[in-house]
């Protein structure tokens, strides 16, 4: 069973609209979320987390808002770029082992230009 | 600076077969993890240490073994290949608790 739900399991964009992907946990332990950018032949590359104790988190075109109530936190790209098409994971980890991380499923993104 | 080198890049195995896959980091990072990824089940945590001498267990550990005697090395145990582990297996490193993790490129491993 996984312990994130992510969702789309893809995802097709215009140039310069809103990419926007979701994700979904049920431990109340997780306390720490942070989403990885994987591009084809590459180990993941970590984008941008967040903690619990903010709603958003915003870095560049790439923004993270997060909903405790929900236990639900979402990814979304701004004015999305061709060099974003890529596999985009959401992950979480527990305030009990910090070490362990749970990965969601992966969006694979497509911009087309 | 190489960060985490993974070896070999791809390998095809037959059942029962053993083998090694070797991870190495250059980061004097204290955290390390082995991943394996498969279509639709995202990464999945197989093992992960916190230091030298120091391993513990994650989501699917059965058919594989680590050991950590280096800071720099994070060496995943195949005893006798299976071919449901046929997958794309990463290794990442950490040096600080909450932190990035840095993976390697992969080793793409096929059990007939």
């Known amino acids: 069973q996984q312990q994130v739900k992510q969702s789309p399991q893809s995802l097709i964009v215009q140039k310069g609209g809103i990419s926007i992907i979701n994700c979904a946990y049920e431990n109340t332990a997780f306390d720490y979320f942070p989403w990885y950018q994987q591009f084809p032949g590459k180990g993941p590359a970590l984008l941008i987390a967040?903690?619990?104790?903010?709603s958003e988190k915003k870095e560049g075109r790439f923004t993270i808002s997060f909903n405790k109530s929900a236990k639900q936190f979402s990814l979304h790209i701004m004015d999305s770029q061709p060099g974003d098409s890529a596999t985009y994971f959401c992950?979480?980890?527990?305030?009990?082992?910090?070490?362990?991380?749970?990965f969601g499923s992966g969006t694979k993104l497509n911009v087309k230009p | 600076n190489a960060g985490v080198t993974q070896t070999p890049k791809f390998q095809v195995l037959k059942t029962g077969q053993s083998m090694t896959l070797q991870c190495a980091q250059d980061?004097?990072?204290?955290?390390m993890s082995w991943y394996r990824q498969d279509p639709g089940m995202g990464l999945r945590l197989i093992h992960y240490?916190?230091?030298?001498?120091?391993?513990d267990q994650g989501e699917v550990p059965n058919g594989y073994n680590v050991s950590r005697s280096t800071t720099e090395d994070f060496p995943l145990r195949l005893l006798s290949a299976a071919p449901s582990q046929t997958s794309v297996y990463f290794c990442?490193?950490?040096?600080?608790?909450?932190?990035?993790?840095?993976f390697g490129d992969g080793t793409r491993l096929s059990i007939l």
């Open positions: 240490s916190v230091g030298a001498g120091i391993t």
């Open positions: 967040i903690r619990p104790d903010v």
């Open positions: 992950a979480a980890s527990s305030k009990y082992n910090f070490n362990k991380f749970y």
């Open positions: 990442a490193s950490g040096g600080e608790a909450r932190g990035p993790q840095h």
């Open positions: 980061m004097n990072h204290e955290y």
